[in-house]
Structure formats: C-alpha cells, structure tokens
Nanobody, 125 residues
Framework: HIVESGGGLVQPGGSLRLSCAAS????????VGWFRQGPGKEREEVSC????????YYADSVKGRFTISRDNAKKTAYLQMNSLKPEDTAVYYC????????????????????WGQGTQVTVSA
C-alpha cells in the first residue's frame, strides 16, 4: 500500500515536500521512485533511489532543485522540491520496488514497481 501526500498549489520559486508512505512489507531493501504526469504529457521519471546503497538518480529537468530521501524506520520516502517552476505542474506518483538489487537508474528509466494514486502539484502565480 502506497500513499502520496504533500501536493498543493505553490507560486513559482516556492517549495513543497512530498511524502510517500508505504506499508505491507518489512524489508529495508527497496527502491523508491518519484514520477510525474503533467497535463497532456506522458508520465516521466523525476527521481529515484536504489534498493541497497541509497544511490540516487535525477532527471535533468530537476537536478539541483529536487532532493529524494527516505526514512526506512518509517517506510516513508520524500521528495523535497525547491525553486519550483510552472512546468513542474503535474500529478506526482511514488513507486516502490521490492527487489533488493534495483538500481536508481533502472527504477527511473524503466518506471518499475507498484504505484500510489498520486498527489497534485500546481505551480502558478
């Protein structure tokens, strides 16, 4: 079970932190990915973190602005989004993959795992 939260309306240049709460498994070795689908666009990868060594992957469009992290004790992942732009407007989805050796790049590029229902992020003045 995966539940995203933290979306909302924010002005350009503002910040939001998305959360992804997962349940139904006990392992600490799981990959997490954040993906988004903007209006009229295909779903795209945003950022991912690997199963085993916490290595990360970021799409070029968000590098330097977004940061992915997780708290294994809480089975919760986060996406800190700074310097938001109108083109960041999208429904943001969290994905979880329970394979213990999934790399961050594979998680993102292949859009792996099980997904939540998404949370809307709107960046507008």
């Amino acid at each position: 079970h995966i539940v995203e939260s933290g979306g909302g309306l924010v002005q350009p240049g503002g910040s939001l932190r998305l959360s992804c709460a997962a349940s139904g498994f006990t392992s600490d070795y799981y990959a997490v990915g954040w993906f988004r689908q903007g209006p009229g666009k295909e779903r795209e990868e945003v950022s991912c973190i690997s199963s085993s060594d916490d290595s990360t992957y970021y799409a070029d469009s968000v590098k330097g602005r977004f940061t992915i992290s997780r708290d294994n004790a809480k089975k919760t992942a986060y996406l800190q989004m700074n310097s938001l732009k109108p083109e960041d407007t999208a429904v943001y989805y969290c994905g979880i993959d329970l394979h213990p050796h999934t790399t961050a790049q594979a998680m993102c590029v292949m859009q792996m795992g099980s997904w939540g229902q998404g949370t809307q992020v709107t960046v507008s003045a």
